[in-house]
């Protein structure tokens, strides 16, 4: 599974101060930790208000450059944002996210060609998250469409079938499983990746419904997934479920993964 | 989900030494704790040689049913032993197990309809468990025809799939889930049962394989589980499956179990 870490938020309070103090060593402990934790991306979201994102976000991208060698993930809501901080950037990454909001993907999927990186595309538009799969479907074909018109391949979009939480839709999390399902078999090239979390909002005992959504999810073809790396159960969570899904041959990444924790 | 509680097995020392030893206070509070976990039955297994086996159920019945008013789930290979034990039970409950094997549905049924007992039906017959999922749903087919013919419903056949474990063949838990799809789509009454933790034997770190499994199974329409009550972290799975699978309307199975839970 392809791990997205996704501590360098800054919508989250410690994250929010280390941006605007400039505590740089912070944001690089963060980073490296994720690394060491085995994140394939580093998510970046300054989180503040537009007039001030682009600068945020290019100090955190040069810090977190500076720390580690893994990719990034450039996490924002504003096209012109990417279009701002992407020349700074050392290797590909991912684009997090287009929308198929009016206007928004003749924006970023140019910019995700010119740099060579994959785009995470929400299935929602002007009109919001469908409640129902189908439409979650349609747009997720129409923006695997209009990505292929600027050479955007399959492999290179990470569709998000956008989970809301359990709390106010009890089949928020099925609607997700249907779409992705659909997803990948209208586009097998294209990953399916979540930002899990949102599953659980208002729930008690949270990491419990986060690690049983995603091993719904990885079974229906969610193969990334936008989380903490530092959570242990988690982590093992993904491993064990690939185990009993039947893709890890003679248990090598699991023993692997495992003798990994033991010697920590 | 049915809960069949395990604990009560002659195969494990404890246990052994208490049937030896006649300890009914050990075997009573056994049944006692995972009553008051919420097992729907209590799963109780001799295990020891034929000649002494059915005496040594009849004593165990007797315990438990002293201890708790939970249906039993009588385990033995041998269709005699269920004979000479039946006649003890107060109330229906399981048949642990019937196969496919010349001569057991012809004895296994019959007491079955007579006791107005649940069979739990193996995939297996002379020749063993069958490696692929298509045989396993053909032994299924004809063990649920032959139990009609009993007047035994679909309803009160709980079909074990056999999961073997990953060690030796990293895809028993994929044949198992296809197995149990298609034992649900041909038959929709009968159970899908699983004595999971076969899952896991000889891996580190079992039992979050075996919570892993039971997601993955419950997904595949699997109803009812054999294993510890006890283990709290196993039966919190449960209930975060229904709920993330859609089956769980306002949350209120999940928020109901997390509120016993913290007030124990």
Chains 1, 2 share one sequence.
Not at 31 to 59: C, F, S
């Amino acid at each position: 599974m392809i791990i997205i870490g996704e501590k360098i938020n800054g919508t989250l309070k410690a994250v929010q101060e280390a941006i605007e103090t400039r505590n740089s060593s912070y944001i690089a402990e963060l980073a490296k930790r994720q690394a060491d934790a085995g994140a394939d991306y580093i998510d970046v979201n300054a989180g503040t208000p537009p007039e001030r994102e682009p600068e945020d976000l290019k100090w955190l991208v040069e810090v977190v450059q500076e720390a580690v060698d893994t990719p990034l993930c450039l996490d924002s809501p504003r096209p012109e944002t990417f279009a701002e901080v992407l020349p700074l950037l050392k290797r590909p990454g991912l684009l997090n996210s287009v929308t198929a909001e009016p206007g928004k993907p003749e924006k970023v999927f140019p910019l995700a060609a010119t740099y060579k990186f994959g785009v995470v595309a929400l299935t929602l538009d002007e009109r919001g998250i469908p409640k129902d799969a189908q439409t979650r479907v349609e747009i997720a074909s129409k923006l695997v469409e209009q990505g292929a018109k600027y050479g955007i391949r399959e492999e290179d979009i990470y569709v998000d079938p956008l989970v809301v939480t359990l709390a106010t839709n009890h089949t928020a999390a099925k609607v997700f499983v249907e779409a992705a399902r659909e997803i990948k078999r209208r586009f097998p090239g294209v990953h399916i990746i979540s930002g899990l979390s949102n599953v659980s909002y208002g729930l008690p005992y949270r990491r419990l419904i986060n690690r049983t959504f995603l091993v719904l999810g990885r079974a229906a073809g969610m193969d990334a997934a936008i989380i903490d790396p530092l959570d242990e159960e988690l982590v093992a969570t993904i491993w064990a479920t690939e185990l009993v899904l039947g893709e890890d041959p003679y248990c090598r990444n699991y023993l692997q993964y495992y003798r990994r924790r033991e010697s920590k």
